[in-house]
């Protein structure tokens, strides 16, 4: 349910649920930071919905994450796995 | 200068009134959790189709004499029809019946595309009253008659951005309902 959406559908993988996690934030928080309202949070975590690009840059700002950190095409791995591998360079 | 201020007034009068409808939102996105799921939505959906199709079977069964009992069916079926759509109107919250200003980018995706099929359907509808009109142009009694039907297919038109929300809105997750002071409840 992209705002736009021709040719081929990409899917839009995000770590929105994890972020919230982290920070200890509920979906209603997060709605009021990005002024939307709580089904759309819930919607987006589930896939069910795709952000705008403002939508988007209005998230990352509130986690303070570039988009791609966010966001991206490819499912995300797990956020412990990726971090242990980084330590481990 | 008196057109901006006349402007200013209008603009701080018309927050305050999206202000008090999203409060009025916030409090009725609450309401009969039990009846938020996908499967009591279509059972009111399924509800309004009867109640609709027994307003133009009402319609179509009319006769010249204005026979009162099947006048009354056909009020029946309004009934039905404006009970389960204030319900429906209730359980999907404001995406079928609130202004722009209260919708996000997704609410108003939805309301954009239930609104376009509800005009599609009902276009198609008005052009069934004016051929069921035509038909009977030379009956007696063909003006109240094609009244009704009408108005039957008019209510029911009208309702179908509602039905169709209803329809395709997935269950509500408590979660998104959970109030920010609650904190996540997976943290």
């Known amino acids: 349910m992209s705002p736009v959406r021709r040719g081929k559908e990409l899917p839009i993988y995000n770590r929105l649920q994890v972020l919230r996690a982290e920070r200890g934030m509920s979906r209603a928080a997060l709605a009021e930071a990005v002024e939307v309202n709580p089904q759309t949070i819930g919607a987006l975590e589930r896939g069910d919905h795709y952000p705008s690009l403002d939508l988007a840059m209005r998230l990352c700002a509130v986690f303070g994450l570039p988009v791609e950190a966010v966001f991206n095409r490819e499912p995300f791995t797990p956020l412990s796995t990726q971090v242990y591998r980084v330590g481990e360079r | ?81 404006a ?11 404001k995406m079928a019946s609130g202004f722009g200003a209260l919708l996000d980018e997704r609410e108003r995706e939805w309301r954009n595309r239930i609104h376009y099929t509800g005009f599609q359907t009902l276009a198609a509808l008005m052009l069934v009253a004016m051929i069921y009109l035509l038909l009977i142009a030379r009956q007696p ?7 009704m039907m009408m108005s039957a297919l008019l209510i029911f038109g009208g309702s179908v951005p509602t039905l169709v929300l209803g329809w395709q809105l997935p269950d509500d997750d408590p979660e998104d309902f959970a109030r920010s002071d609650e904190g996540d409840p997976d943290a």
Do not use: C, E
């Open chain 2, 1 to 81: 200068m008196p057109g901006t201020d006349y402007q200013s007034k209008w603009d701080s009068a018309k927050a305050a009134h999206v202000a008090r409808l999203d409060r009025w939102n916030g409090i009725t996105v609450r309401r009969f959790p039990l009846w938020r799921t996908r499967r009591r939505r279509r059972a009111l959906v399924a509800l309004h189709l009867f109640g609709a199709a027994m307003m133009i079977a009402a319609s179509l069964s009319l006769r010249p004499d204005r026979d009162w009992a099947v006048t009354g069916r056909w009020l029946g079926g309004a009934a039905i029809g």
């Open chain 2, 83 to 93: 009970v389960t759509v204030t319900a429906l109107r209730l359980l999907t919250g």
């Open chain 2, 141 to 147: 009694g063909a003006g109240y008659r094609g009244a």
